[in-house]
């Protein structure tokens, strides 16, 4: 994601968190409980079809011969939701899914000893995701 990207993306957050036209007031337990439930779906359909993930593993050769093995995943403990409604007179709701993005690595002299070896966590990302609901789903 390139600079633009996440500036464009962090201004449309901070309005969707400080602005009462937008998200007035937050939702009911119902609510939060139906977008908790879509939330960790959500979560394992990225982690499944992710193109970095543990199924598409990166295998890269270093300098020194060894090969490093890569997969990035979303750890579902990490899910934290908001639901708030928005002011307009339709029915809405505006749902956060903010989530840890995690990035794995391990060595080996092989390919192979590299994606069986230990995998240790070496960047994690902090990912938020707006949706909205008018009453037809979670999108």
């Not at 962090?10 to 409980?33: D, H, K, M, P, R």
């Not at 002011?87 to 092989?110: A, D, P, R």
């Amino acid at each position: 994601m390139n600079l633009t990207k996440i500036k464009t993306f962090a201004v449309i957050l901070c309005l969707l968190l400080s602005t009462n036209a937008l998200a007035s007031e937050l939702a009911g337990q119902t609510e939060l409980s139906h977008f908790q439930v879509f939330s960790q779906s959500w979560v394992t359909k990225l982690n499944r079809s992710h193109i970095k993930g543990i199924q598409r593993m990166e295998i890269l050769p270093r300098e020194n011969g060894a090969y490093l093995a890569r997969y990035h995943a979303i750890d579902p403990g990490s899910i934290k939701c908001i639901v708030k409604r928005t002011s307009s007179k339709k029915k809405g709701l505006i749902g956060l899914l903010k989530y840890i993005e995690t990035v794995y690595e391990s060595t080996g002299k092989t390919p192979e000893i590299a994606r069986n070896n230990h995998f240790t966590a070496t960047k994690r990302t902090r990912i938020t995701e707006i949706f909205s609901n008018t009453g037809k789903g979670w999108r």
